[in-house]
């Protein structure tokens, strides 16, 4: 999945860990990532984070029968970050009920300094089938 991921292959992103319920991603941060305060855009946070909810809410075992798509996320900003910084996402399952769930995804800098929290909600839906 993220080998076809075109803004996760630009934010530069590196996959850790990849398993049901859980992953785990990096990057590191670039000028071009940063908004005019010099600091890591908004944006780029939050695809970066984006991109993790979307591998921990979707198996890698999966049949490739339904994909697991975002219907609603809630991101908390806390630390500004510099160019240079490698940033981890991590992400979790909190709770799941039919085709809904709920995932948490924690980035933070090497230091250990949270730089965000981001809260997805998921919807199971069928795969799109490939046009005729």
Same mark, same amino acid.
């Given at each position: 999945?993220?080998?076809?991921?075109?803004?996760?292959?630009?934010?530069?992103?590196?996959?850790?860990?990849?398993?049901?319920?859980?992953?785990?991603?990096?990057?590191?941060?670039?000028?071009?990532?940063?908004?005019?305060?010099?600091?890591?855009?908004?944006?780029?946070?939050?695809?970066?984070?984006?991109?993790?909810?979307?591998?921990?809410?979707?198996?890698?075992?999966?049949?490739?029968?339904?994909?697991?798509?975002?219907?609603?996320?809630?991101?908390?900003?806390?630390?500004?970050?510099?160019?240079?910084? +490698?940033? @981890? #996402? =991590?992400?979790?399952? /909190?709770?799941?009920?039919? *085709?809904?769930?709920?995932?948490? !995804? +924690?980035? @933070? #800098? =090497?230091?250990?300094? /949270?730089?965000?929290?981001? *809260?997805?909600?998921?919807?199971? !839906?069928?795969?799109?089938?490939?046009?005729?």
């Amino acid at each position: 999945m993220l080998a076809g991921d075109r803004v996760a292959q630009w934010l530069g992103v590196t996959l850790e860990a990849a398993e049901k319920d859980h992953a785990r991603i990096r990057m590191t941060l670039t000028e071009d990532h940063h908004n005019g305060f010099g600091m890591a855009h908004g944006g780029a946070v939050f695809a970066f984070a984006d991109a993790c909810f979307a591998l921990t809410c979707n198996d890698p075992r999966g049949d490739g029968s339904t994909i697991t798509v975002a219907s609603g996320v809630d991101v908390n900003f806390l630390a500004g970050t510099r160019a240079g910084q +490698t940033l @981890t #996402a =991590e992400g979790r399952l /909190v709770a799941k009920s039919g *085709r809904s769930g709920v995932y948490d !995804i +924690t980035v @933070t #800098a =090497e230091d250990g300094a /949270v730089v965000a929290v981001f *809260r997805g909600r998921s919807r199971t !839906i069928p795969a799109p089938q490939p046009a005729a």
